[in-house]
């Protein structure tokens, strides 16, 4: 369960990473035109913070879960600046949310 944890930490740092790379004309696709340039920054940022929670997680660092927090935040603020096309990024969000609860609680 720790790995399938982990793939989806670093699953979700891919798709932010998706983000940036439009934003940067990277990676030309027809969706995620709604952001503005200096979102992709906020984009490669939420990335960054997502692989190093993964990091952190893989190697049972007792307090993944501050930084899993923020990344969590920021990467909701990113999506709610394109809600009709990020949506369902909250899933994931949600899921990573109630691991970090769990890991928080134990």
Same mark, same amino acid.
């Not at 007792?62 to 927090?69: D, F, I």
């Not at 990344?71 to 709610?80: E, H, T």
């Not at 949506?87 to 134990?106: A, E, S, W």
């Given at each position: 369960?720790?790995?399938?944890? !982990? ?36 984009w490669?940022?939420?990335? !960054? ?14 307090y ?14 990113? !999506? ?14 949600? !899921?990573i ?10």
């Amino acid at each position: 369960m720790r790995i399938a944890f !982990i793939i989806l930490l670093i699953a979700h740092a891919g798709i932010h990473l998706i983000g940036f790379s439009k934003e940067f004309w990277l990676l030309r696709t027809q969706t995620l035109n709604a952001l503005f340039k200096s979102a992709g920054i906020v984009w490669l940022f939420s990335t !960054i913070l997502w692989l190093t929670t993964s990091i952190l997680f893989g190697f049972k660092y007792e307090y993944w879960w501050v930084l899993g927090s923020i990344s969590i935040l920021s990467s909701q603020a990113i !999506i709610f600046t394109a809600w009709s096309e990020t949506k369902y990024g909250t899933i994931p969000n949600i !899921i990573i949310l109630l691991v970090l609860f769990m890991g928080v609680i134990k």
